[in-house]
């Protein structure tokens, strides 16, 4: 898997009252089996560019190569692009609808015309590596916790094979516990599969112990886009875009607990 994103822009409600310039002029790339942070404060853009990577939204203008094919073009695979590029959305327990967890993580590998026997053995792989248990899984998804319904949710993207995994705040709402313990398992799944993850969030704090690298937006724009020490060396930057200071102390907490060394008033960071 590899994807390219070259010069992209959305703009909502174009040539209305109301338009709003959402993306400007994004270029990235994503190679495969990377653990991406995407962060940024609410409003920055996040959320409009994840919705590009699996055609749920189409740019205003510029491109997007999947596996360097023009996702544009005519007679383009769009259905087959959404089952490669997953996305979990924000609250995805509200997509939660059918009888039961089981029921529920079988409905898109079923939707993809697959037989019944691997459609149960990809729902009960899934169910496995988001960390449910099998008491659950004949529960109706309302009977879960808050994190158990995470995980039902993220089972059910997991269970249509994606070659990437998007997931929009998927610890909001969540207790600190809860919050761990999704990471944990978001973590886990990345290295054991090996898929690229892009994980949206709007903390630095849910980031920074997991990432490979964290791409930082700011009004539409890719402010920073690199590993995470070198994103940190740019913290007084990062207060002035809302990332705040608490935030920040707690990454620099976080990367000296892991054997860095951070000298705040220089600016500098050095792996120990
Ligand atoms: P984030 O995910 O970082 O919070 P969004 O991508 O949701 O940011 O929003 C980027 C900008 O686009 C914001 O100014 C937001 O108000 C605006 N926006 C988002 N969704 C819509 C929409 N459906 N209609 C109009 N403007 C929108």
Redesign the pocket.
């Known amino acids: 898997m590899s994807m390219q994103i070259e010069n992209l822009s959305y703009v909502?409600?174009e040539g209305t009252a109301?338009e709003?310039k959402?993306l400007d002029n994004v270029n990235l790339e994503l190679p495969d089996g990377q653990f991406i942070g995407v962060i940024?404060?609410?409003?920055?853009?996040?959320?409009?560019?994840i919705q590009h990577l699996n055609g749920l939204l189409r740019a205003t203008h510029g491109k997007i190569y999947y596996n360097g094919e023009d996702i544009y073009r005519e007679g383009y695979d769009m259905r087959g692009l959404r089952s490669k590029v997953g996305l979990v959305f924000q609250y995805p327990e509200h997509q939660l609808f059918e009888v039961d967890v089981f029921t529920d993580v079988c409905f898109g590998p079923k939707n993809q015309g697959l037989p019944k026997e691997e459609v149960e053995a990809r729902a009960l792989e899934a169910l496995h590596q988001a960390g449910l248990k099998e008491k659950h899984y004949r529960k109706s998804p309302f009977e879960l916790s808050g994190g158990q319904k995470r995980r039902a949710a993220i089972a059910g993207i997991l269970a249509m094979h994606p070659e990437v995994l998007v997931l929009?705040e998927p610890t909001a709402g969540l207790d600190p516990k809860g919050r761990d313990e999704i990471l944990e398992q978001i973590a886990r799944l990345h290295r054991e599969r090996n898929i690229t993850v892009l994980l949206?969030s709007?903390s630095m704090e849910d980031v920074a112990k997991y990432v490979d690298r964290i791409l930082v937006?700011d009004d539409?724009k890719i402010m920073f886009d690199d590993v995470p020490k070198r994103v940190f060396h740019h913290y007084q930057e990062l207060e002035k875009i809302g990332l705040a200071a608490p935030q920040v102390t707690y990454v620099v907490k976080a990367l000296e607990a892991k054997g860095w060394k951070i000298d705040t008033d220089a600016t500098t960071v050095e792996e120990a």
Request: no cysteine; proline share 0%; net charge positive.
């Open positions: 909502y409600g109301f709003k959402a940024g404060h609410t409003g920055s853009g996040k959320s409009t560019l929009d949206v709007h937006m539409g």
